[in-house]
């Protein structure tokens, strides 16, 4: 019986310290974890500023290209339908980051509030450009955003 007793005993301080070593390395694991959050979450802070930063830059880049192009060709009907969408710039810029299918959503809504009628033309207008232009539209998303919008201030400076 006390042979027995003794096994039992042995047994649960070989388990016990089985446990506590096996929760030391997992304490140890879950500190490697947490030190890789922290510094995944800095990255992605970091990312996210440098990514408003770009936003930014693109859209004074924008602004005063068109700026420029508005005061060469005011009576230019590509100045007047571009115009919605350099105000509303940062708007569609942040809605198209959301996801494909968001930027005609956006484009649409900025136009009609700016005239009614307008997205239809801007729409006709499009059609009427270089496979280029209408790619970069069709894309829906934020990089056909922004490479339509170079291209089409890039067409009017020239």
């Known amino acids: ?12 301080v070989v388990i ?6 096996r929760s030391e ?32 830059k693109n859209e004074d880049f924008i602004h005063a290209r068109f700026t420029a ?11 007047v339908l571009l115009t919605p969408l350099v105000t509303n710039y940062a708007t569609i810029f942040r809605e198209s980051i959301r996801g494909k299918g968001e930027m005609h959503k956006v484009v649409k809504k900025c136009c009609e509030n ?22 970069a539209w069709n894309s829906n998303n934020l990089k056909g955003f922004i490479v339509f919008m170079e291209t089409m201030i890039l067409g009017l400076t020239s």
Do not use: C
């Open 16 to 21: 016990s310290v089985y446990y506590y070593f």
């Open 69 to 79: 192009a508005q005061s060469e060709r005011t009576d230019n009907e590509s100045v």
């Open 114 to 135: 700016f005239q009614p009628g307008s997205y239809k033309r801007l729409t006709t207008y499009i059609n009427s450009q270089d496979a280029q232009v209408k790619r």
């Open 25 to 56: 390395k997992l304490i140890a694991e879950l500190k490697a974890v947490k030190k890789e959050a922290s510094q995944i979450k800095k990255e992605s802070k970091m990312m996210i500023d440098a990514f408003a930063v770009v936003a930014q």
């Open 1 to 12: 019986m006390m042979l027995f007793s003794l096994a039992i005993i042995v047994l649960f």
